[in-house]
T-cell receptor, first 112, second 112 residues
């Protein structure tokens, strides 16, 4: 079945550091890929998405490129802020339905 | 637009008790779903609905019931609570064709 593997956290960075959170997937067919963010005490929010190979999703300074050859969708940001502290979930969707398969989440802590 | 709302925010149950977690959305979304979030396991799909009167099982449906009598509401019923159901529960709805799922703020349930 479909699955998503994320790097384990927590990831602790200093403000303005470069961020990479790795995500790889296993799926039948051609999935759509997503990054969701969960701020403390809140529900998940869509951060960015990519629906086909080589697409780059971007939002709020975050980027991720859909790499079919390596089945990856790594999240990057050039300069993190304290306000980026949250849990980040990689997810995929296959077929015509709306069921999402989530990774286990990666907690990011950004310190001054 | 209130988006996706969930009640209650917190609940403590004793083993064997039953209760209903409420979920409502005011975006006229056809597709709604329930997830549970557990440490180290990401989000797992419990039940989902593609429209009023239609529901189906997700990955972890045992011990839970759902119904969808209106487009707006999608309650989740715990028939006989067990400690293994201690979790954070999220309801989500999706706008067709956009792939973006909107999540509620969650219900934190503890079963003792």
């Amino acid at each position: 079945g479909d699955s998503v593997t994320q790097m384990e956290g927590p990831v602790t960075l200093s403000e303005e550091a470069f961020l990479t959170i790795n995500c790889t997937y296993t799926a039948t067919g051609y999935p759509s890929l997503f990054w969701y963010v969960q701020y403390p005490g809140e529900g998940l929010q869509l951060l960015l998405k990519a629906t086909k190979a080589d697409d780059k999703g971007s939002n709020k300074g975050f980027e991720a490129t859909y790499r079919k050859e390596t089945t990856s969708f790594h999240l990057e940001k050039g300069s993190v802020q304290v306000s980026d502290s949250a849990v980040y979930f990689c997810a995929l969707k296959t077929g015509g339905g709306n069921k999402l398969t989530f990774g286990t989440g990666t907690q990011l802590k950004v310190e001054l | 637009n209130a988006g996706v709302t969930q009640t209650p925010k917190f609940q403590v149950l004793k083993t064997g008790q039953s209760m209903t977690l409420q979920c409502a959305q005011d975006m006229n979304h056809e597709y709604m779903s329930w997830y549970r979030q557990d440490p180290g396991m990401g989000l797992r799909l419990i039940h989902y609905s593609v429209g009023a009167g239609i529901t189906d099982q997700g990955e972890v449906p045992n011990g839970y019931n759902v119904s969808r009598s209106t487009t707006e509401d999608f309650p989740l019923r715990l028939l006989s609570a067990a400690p293994s159901q201690t979790s954070v529960y999220f309801c989500a709805s999706v706008r067709d064709r956009s792939h973006e799922q909107y999540f509620g703020p969650g219900t934190r349930l503890t079963v003792t």
